[in-house]
């Protein structure tokens, strides 16, 4: 999903350690539709389909977009796969986590590549469900590695208040998330996402707004809905 690919210019490093994300329980057929609002002023409409599946390295969510395949473990949303595919279902990409490694998969002439990561690592392919585990009344800020298609980065989301959301899926009261690089290269490079992240269980993001770090400016929940009969295709 466009909206969400941030490519952060500054390398920062985040600390290893106990997991800093919690499983938010997202519910099995789970579907949302966000606004995509570009900071050219062109619109698109994302759709996310969540389904709960068992994995080798333990329960997981398959989060399907409209060009992504995400899967991350459920106990604490780090990823085990993003993978990207053409209109002609062909693999655009793939990202492969195992240990403290991230591979980099580009079929045909580009160059695969392997990146060592931190136990705390997750993917901005899948940011809109990785905010969704902030241990809301456990801590009021979280810091990890994210990595980018381009670059692995460290940063912080910490808890600036409370608000009303109001978006085309109605009114949510939501926890207002700050995200940014951390350490000496944060003071540097100061814009910042916002997030507003759904205060009741199972914390949908609700809306998301950029100062200028990506090419989003606006995400809006459009309508969510949980389909029984399946989730992720």
């Known amino acids: 999903m466009a ?15 106990k997991p800093v994300l919690r499983d938010p329980g997202i519910p099995d057929g789970e579907i949302s539709r966000y606004n995509v609002f570009l900071r050219d002023g062109a619109q698109e409409v994302s759709t996310h389909r969540v389904a709960t599946n068992q994995h080798d390295r333990g329960p997981a969510y398959e989060i399907a977009t409209d060009t992504k395949t995400m899967v991350l473990l459920r106990r604490d949303l780090t990823p085990v796969s993003i ?44 940011i809109t469900h990785v905010v969704r585990g902030f241990p809301f009344g456990e801590e009021d800020e979280v810091k990890f590695q994210l990595v980018t298609m381009d670059r692995i980065v460290g940063v912080g989301f910490k808890i600036v208040g409370e608000e009303i959301a109001r978006v085309p899926a109605g009114d949510f009261p939501c926890y207002k998330l700050r995200a940014g690089l951390t350490g000496i290269k944060g003071r540097l490079y100061t814009r910042k996402i916002y997030f507003w992240v759904e205060k009741a269980p199972p914390h949908r993001m609700v809306r998301q707004e950029d100062e200028g770090v990506t090419d989003v400016a ?15 295709p």
């Open 83 to 126: 993978t990207r595919r053409n209109e002609d279902a062909s693999i655009d990409w793939r990202l492969l986590y195992r240990d403290d490694r991230v591979n980099y998969v580009f079929p045909g002439p580009r160059r695969n590549r392997v990146e060592k990561v931190d136990r705390n690592r997750y993917d901005v392919n899948a």
């Open 218 to 232: 606006r995400t809006e929940l459009i309508e969510w809905r949980v389909d029984d009969e399946g989730g992720a």
């Open 3 to 17: 909206a969400l690919c941030v490519c952060l210019a500054i390398v920062s490093s985040a600390s290893a350690g």
